[in-house]
């Protein structure tokens, strides 16, 4: 089928199959690697990306559903500077090993941010509870972003 | 896993969705949000020939008041109900149940309709309709059927619905001024599966239940009204009048077991629910004392 979208500000128009999932379609299409395919059936969250501004599960989206949406994956974010300060908090807190998750956790904690200037941990520990982390037991990633939240506010982390 | 491949339909309105339906019948599935559609079909669980998406059905869409009755499409996904001040203010229970609903993206995506369709025994909203004596409107070529929620679930992943109707929306009636809800459930980690849940939605006058509505989810093959919960009614509430109504609840209710708890440890947590349930809505700490009676 033929689609039509927008990925990370640039129009997209490619020929897909109904079956392909979105996930799939921005790492081999695209060739945007940095969503990461790990359960692909919703619950690691590897996978996550943004659709119409709101965070979404990538692997249980069909390409063929984001016909005229705009979709944003952690290039872009990483790109136009959005969450360079959460990034830089990430690697000062150790908040990454192996990887794997960190695109989808960045996704999620800069939705939270948006949502919310200032969560306290419980919270930011509900937002991220859907997204898995094997190396990190966690506490270093809700730092960072704890620390990020702070500093964009405009308080000592 | 991958989805095996299928054929894709985008619906442009009820009426070719139906007709879609009507022509290729249990060989095809309707895709609204995709929560638990897709992870089944990426387990392979189910591999259907046809995928009617209804993702872009204006007409399911939207939740609007007429007189004390709310209604609410489709195609309402868990975050427009979480945000929605129709819902907090007329169906106060939904908005705390959501919030219980797997996590932020999946929210963002997963549907009302879709829930109530897919209707599995351990999700919130099915036992919120249950509890708010919601009634599910559905079409289907010979026209629309309405079903009262409590007739609606019939089995693990079982309805009232056939293959060749869709579901278009529930009508609730609005919360009354003296109505009073609860919400709690059990699971392992915020957003998991429940293990045990309940939603309850009464009326309360001069500290005493004039209705009373507790339905349990996670402890049966579908939604559970608690026949139980009538003896609470109309009485002035003793430790020893709820001792009655939790025994009555624990021969009333067949769990089944599973990986995460065993149908005795099921039943125990539906008790404890019970207790904190009638305990919280009547402001009574005494009731809740020592956990389940």
Redesign the interface.
């Known amino acids: 089928?033929e689609i039509s979208l927008d990925v990370n500000g640039e129009r997209v128009e490619a020929h897909v199959?109904?079956?392909l999932?979105l996930a799939?379609f921005l790492r081999e299409h695209l060739r945007l690697t940095g969503t990461h395919v790990g359960c692909?059936?919703?619950v690691c969250?590897a996978c996550?990306v943004r659709v119409n501004g709101?965070?979404?599960?990538s692997?249980?989206?069909?390409a063929?559903?984001s016909h005229g949406a705009s979709v944003e994956t952690i290039e872009g974010l990483s790109d136009s500077g959005e969450i360079a300060d959460l990034q830089a908090a990430f690697r000062d807190r150790n908040a990454l090993q192996c990887g794997f998750c960190t695109p989808a956790m960045l996704m999620?904690a800069q939705?939270?941010l948006k949502q919310q200037a200032d969560p306290d941990r419980e919270r930011i520990?509900?937002?991220l509870?859907?997204?898995y982390c094997r190396c990190t037991g966690y506490q270093a990633i809700i730092d960072a972003i704890e620390t990020t939240a702070r500093r964009r506010m405009g308080r000592k982390p | 896993m991958k989805a095996s491949a299928f054929s894709y339909a985008r619906a442009t309105s009820v009426v070719n969705a139906l007709e879609l339906l009507a022509a290729h019948g249990d060989k095809a599935k309707v895709l609204s949000g995709g929560q638990s559609l897709m992870p089944a079909m990426n387990l392979r669980l189910i591999s259907p020939e046809l995928i009617v998406d209804i993702g872009e059905i204006a007409e399911l869409r939207g939740i609007g008041v007429r007189g004390d009755v709310l209604r609410i499409g489709a195609l309402t996904r868990h975050v427009d109900l979480l945000r929605s001040p129709e819902i907090a203010a007329h169906a106060p229970l939904l908005k705390e149940a959501v919030a219980h609903i797997a996590h932020p993206a999946i929210r963002n995506r997963g549907t009302l309709g879709g829930s109530l369709a897919h209707a599995d025994p351990a999700s919130e909203l099915p036992a919120c309709m249950v509890a708010l004596n919601a009634t599910i409107v559905v079409s289907g070529q010979a026209g629309e059927r309405r079903i009262v929620a409590e007739d609606f679930f019939t089995g693990i992943y079982e309805t009232a619905l056939s293959a060749q109707e869709l579901l278009i929306a529930v009508e609730l009636p609005v919360a009354q001024k003296n109505s009073k809800h609860f919400f709690q459930e059990f699971a392992r980690r915020h957003g998991d599966y429940a293990i045990a849940g309940l939603a309850a939605q009464a009326i309360v006058q001069r500290d005493v239940f004039t209705d009373l509505r507790m339905t349990f989810f996670a402890v049966g093959d579908r939604p559970v009204l608690a026949k139980a919960a009538r003896k609470l009614v109309n009485v002035a509430l003793t430790p020893a009048v709820l001792s009655d109504a939790s025994t009555a609840l624990g021969d009333e209710l067949d769990p089944q077991e599973d990986h995460q708890a065993s149908a005795s440890m099921r039943r125990h947590l539906a008790k404890v629910l019970l207790a904190r349930c009638a305990s919280a809505l009547l402001g009574r700490p005494d009731l809740n004392a020592g956990g389940p009676v």
């Open positions: 089928m199959l109904p079956r999932n799939d692909e059936h919703g969250g996550t709101e965070i979404v599960r692997c249980l989206m069909l063929v559903q999620a939705d939270l520990r509900e937002h509870s859907g997204n």
